[in-house]
């Protein structure tokens, strides 16, 4: 009795589903937050791609990735979470258009002096944990992982250069 109680339980969850691969990024990719063609943008991109739809929502910069995860008026049927990975991007301004690691899986490096394509600080993303400790070397910072970030890091106003961008209600201003 217990056992088909149990059995019946378990028919009532969904089925954990595999997450889509992660897509190429193409011109027509433009920014959920600014609306404007991430390709342009220097620095680490995001897709986020959502459980009813089969295409992802685009990012200028991981921060704003994330901050979707955290703002509580966007959808969190999340089916998957891809960044830039730096481990294999070219280079700063060419972060690639489909080298991309799933962000709970990756290692960020907060803090450092590098600026994001929307000219404020930037969570740093990277596959290998090495080449992450490798750039927060040269570059400042601390490594931690996707649930470490800290929040204020990503939704409280942060100093870049001489401008102060914040993230809130889904903007950025």
């Known amino acids: 009795m217990m056992l088909a109680g149990l059995l019946a339980l378990g028919a009532c969850e969904p089925e954990t589903e595999n997450a889509p691969a992660p897509f190429a990024m193409t011109e027509d990719a433009m920014g959920r937050y600014c609306g404007m063609n991430v390709i342009e943008h220097p620095g680490p ?13 685009w990012f200028s910069s991981v921060r704003d990735t994330i901050a979707f995860t955290l703002l509580p008026e ?17 280079s700063w301004e060419d972060p690639g258009a489909d080298n991309w690691v799933d962000a709970r899986q990756a290692f960020f490096v907060v803090g450092s002096d590098r600026i994001g394509g929307m000219g404020t600080v930037e969570a740093v993303p990277f596959s290998d944990e090495r080449k992450a400790a490798d750039f927060a070397r040269d570059h400042g910072g601390e490594v931690v992982r996707f649930d470490e970030v800290p929040r204020d890091y990503i939704l409280e106003p942060q100093a870049a250069g001489d401008e102060v961008s914040t993230i809130a209600g889904g903007e950025v201003n």
């Open 45 to 57: 991109k995001g897709q986020i791609i959502l459980a009813r739809y089969d295409e992802p929502i």
């Open 74 to 90: 966007e959808p969190k049927a999340i089916r998957a979470i891809y960044v830039s990975d730096m481990a294999r991007a070219a």
